[in-house]
């Protein structure tokens, strides 16, 4: 029987996509996959580093498989993602069950280091060289994990410097693909089936490769037949411009959906993060943004209780929401990660304070969320239908990302029906087959 792998994967699709880049360099070695990590031979822990709580998962989760390792000796531990890039010894010392450690530069070295730890008798191998092709995985060899969307990234690593954020020291700077090699995989995933394309990159509007800006970019993918929707994350409000906004209003398949973080909505929070806009600036994007595009859904990240954060800044932060109407939230509350800049700052705003602020904020976005979505009953509604909920059970998304739970049949997964609003909660809608 062939061998069998399970990864686990915390934090954003950018994670998810380099799992799946993992997940098909092993199956090109003969690898099979494993419903759980009790029945796999290599178990890819694929971290995330943005915040504690992330971080301190790999821990658990390796606590967890040494343990099985003890009943199974042959059981090989790889980690790898932005946790493993920036304490790469330190997850040797701390935990001892961990075969492999592997950068986000190497993921095509991982079959071959798998095959080191073995010979070398389980000693512990290390790789984590930045300056190797972070987009050596070949777009065959990718295991795509939803059955309508694929993931395709255009660039990798930052060139910004947000205080409280770790990425440009895992990722490393910005690195460009070339745009013939971005079309060549659309292309690739397209014939494969996959009709919907998702353009990955942390600050993905910043893309840039000789004289081709992110809306040339995005002009170019979507000319591509056989795709019927394009849709990106994540993008950097400095890098929101006319082209982009154009870009919403002239290309269909662009979604009506742009996560845009904002983070704060206090200037001098903001200028601390080094986010590099004001709340006025910010709000002077959506403005251009919905200019173009009137209906474009806006969904945003907030931190709460940043450093030095009063409660006068804290409304700040709520008046800007408001003001916006944004789709979703994810609401953090701050926590000062290791090497950053912000982790020089004294951590001030009492742990019962952030909790309190984060609670409000989500009370007030959720009643917004809840009476805007009311208003949708009734609507017709677009719906690329791609997971099977239970039997007799699909969902899908609108253009403009919004979730809808219908009756249906499996193989519905793939094609779009023009679906009846019926009831809505905070986070998603129930819908019918329009008649
Ligand atoms: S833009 Fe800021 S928050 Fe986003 S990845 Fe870069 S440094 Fe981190």
């Known amino acids: 029987m062939s061998q069998r792998y399970f990864i686990e994967t915390f934090g954003c699709q950018m994670n998810v996509n380099d799992s799946e880049k993992v997940a098909g360099l092993l199956r090109r070695e003969g690898y099979a996959e494993a419903v759980r990590a009790e029945d796999a031979d290599v178990v890819f822990v694929n971290t995330c580093a943005v915040r504690e709580k992330a971080a301190e998962k790999l821990y658990h989760s390796v606590g967890r498989l040494r343990r099985l390792k003890k009943e199974r000796k042959a059981l090989r531990v790889a980690v790898g993602g932005c946790v493993a890039q920036l ?15 592997i950068g986000t530069h190497n993921l095509t070295a991982l079959p071959e280091l798998l095959e080191r ?27 795509h994990s939803n ?16 205080s409280f954020c770790v990425v440009p020291r895992t990722r490393g700077p910005e690195v460009n693909r070339t745009p013939e090699e971005i079309e060549a995989e659309v292309r690739h995933v397209v014939e494969e089936g996959f009709c919907e394309v998702m353009l990955l990159g942390q600050t993905v509007n910043a893309y840039r490769y000789g004289g081709i800006g992110f809306a040339d970019l995005l002009e170019r993918v979507h000319g591509i037949g056989g795709l019927r929707r394009l849709r990106f994350t994540t993008s950097h409000p400095e890098h929101v411009d006319e082209g982009l906004a154009r870009a919403f209003r002239d290309l269909p398949k662009l979604g009506g959906y742009l996560h845009l973080p904002v983070q704060s909505g206090a200037p001098r929070v903001l200028a601390d993060m080094r986010r590099g806009y ?8 959506v403005r251009l943004l919905r200019d173009r595009r009137p209906d ?6 907030v931190i709460v209780g940043y450093p030095g954060e009063t409660e006068d800044e804290f409304e ?42 984060l609670h409000a904020l989500q009370r007030m976005q959720q009643r917004y969320q809840e009476d805007r979505n009311r208003a949708r009953i009734g609507q017709v509604e677009r719906v690329l239908i ?28 793939g094609t779009e029906q023009d679906v009846e609003i019926t009831s809505a909660g905070p986070n998603a809608f129930r819908g019918r087959l329009r008649a």
């Open 87 to 101: 304490q790469g010894k330190e997850i040797l010392e701390r935990a001892p069950g961990v075969d492999v450690v």
């Open 117 to 143: 730890s073995r010979q070398e008798g389980g000693g512990p191998v290390l790789e984590l060289d930045r300056k190797a092709n972070a987009f050596a995985v070949e777009a065959r060899d990718v295991v």
């Open 147 to 162: 059955p309508v969307r694929a993931f395709v990234t255009v660039m990798e690593g930052c060139n910004h410097v947000c």
């Open 278 to 285: 004001t709340p006025d600036e910010y709000l002077d994007k």
């Open 296 to 301: 474009l859904a806006l969904s945003t990240d």
């Open 316 to 357: 700040h932060t709520l008046r800007l929401v408001e003001k916006v109407g944004f789709e979703s939230i994810f609401s953090f509350m701050y926590s000062p990660r290791p090497g950053t800049t912000a982790f020089r700052h004294e951590d001030d705003v009492p742990e019962d304070t952030k909790r309190r602020r």
């Open 386 to 413: 791609d997971t099977v909920d239970s039997p007799g059970r699909v969902s899908g998304r609108t253009m403009h990302f919004r979730l809808v739970h219908l009756d249906g049949p499996a193989d519905w997964v």
